[in-house]
């Protein structure tokens, strides 16, 4: 499948701010089942702009922006070419072994309700506990494509009457982790015809003879060629698209707009 992103972030000041410093996570890599055929970053203001791969094997960009500025648009567009291998990834940057996604972080440490819902589904093999795991997930939150709530842990959004793609991926790699499989939270865009105003996020977990696998609970499916994958880390703060610091006086607005269809 050939898809198009179209990806927009502004961000507007109630004070003029001296510097910006953003991190962009927004370059998705290639890998043997996602083929990047073209990728533009542009900035609507003179800015400095170094690329480089963060510890995750991410690609990033590192972009400084000297003020007074009282606007900035950061727009990513291009496309990528994929294909559906059931949701296992094989042929990405990967410089650190699975184990490593064992670990909690505080987005992602499970409390005892998170506990109890993994132990619902532990059983048979890793892959059959994931698949379940996704499943139930999925039949039980009532997901919404609401403003993000910022820290949100997978315990608040567990808890929660209504869950963002975020939150769910989040419930996952710590229900994942409490099972002992090593599992990742994942940053990238997904067309299913309709338009999004955020980014989407999912999980991926470790299976032995297999690799890593994606799971979408928002769909209660495996990720297919409807998905490009752009960054992965232990939680949604190593994977964030857009990410930085201001010097400057007052307060910000953010706004994203995403569109991702079949080109």
Request: some cysteine; overall charge negative; charged content about 25%.
């Amino acid at each position: 499948m050939r898809l198009a992103i179209d990806h927009r972030t502004t961000y507007r000041f109630s004070e003029p701010q001296r510097r910006l410093t953003q991190l962009l996570r927004l370059h998705p890599g290639d890998t043997s089942n996602q083929t990047v055929a073209g990728w533009h970053v542009h900035v609507d203001c003179d800015a400095r702009m170094r690329h480089g791969r963060d510890g995750f094997g991410n690609h990033t960009t590192m972009l400084y922006v000297d003020g007074p500025v009282r606007e900035i648009e950061i727009a990513v567009s291009g496309e990528v070419m994929t294909s559906d291998a059931g949701g296992v990834v094989r042929g990405g940057a990967e410089p650190l072994p699975p184990a490593l996604f064992l670990r909690f972080t505080p987005l992602t440490t499970p409390d005892d309700a998170i506990r109890a819902f993994a132990e619902g589904v532990r059983g048979g093999t890793a892959i059959e506990q994931l698949h379940r795991l996704n499943v139930a997930l999925f039949e039980r939150a009532t997901v919404k494509e609401m403003r993000l709530v910022p820290r949100r842990t997978a315990a608040q959004a567990f808890a929660a009457d209504a869950v963002t793609p975020r939150g769910m991926a989040h419930i996952f790699v710590a229900a994942a982790r409490v099972l002992g499989v090593p599992a990742r939270y994942v940053s990238g865009y997904r067309s299913d015809g309709a338009h999004h105003s955020m980014p989407h996020g999912w999980a991926e977990a470790w299976v032995d003879d297999l690799g890593w696998i994606g799971f979408d609970a928002t769909a209660g499916l495996s990720c297919d060629d409807h998905y490009v994958r752009v960054a992965a880390a232990l939680d949604h703060a190593g994977a964030a698209p857009v990410a930085g610091s201001r010097l400057g006086e007052g307060t910000e607005r953010m706004d994203v707009d995403v569109v991702a269809r079949e080109s």
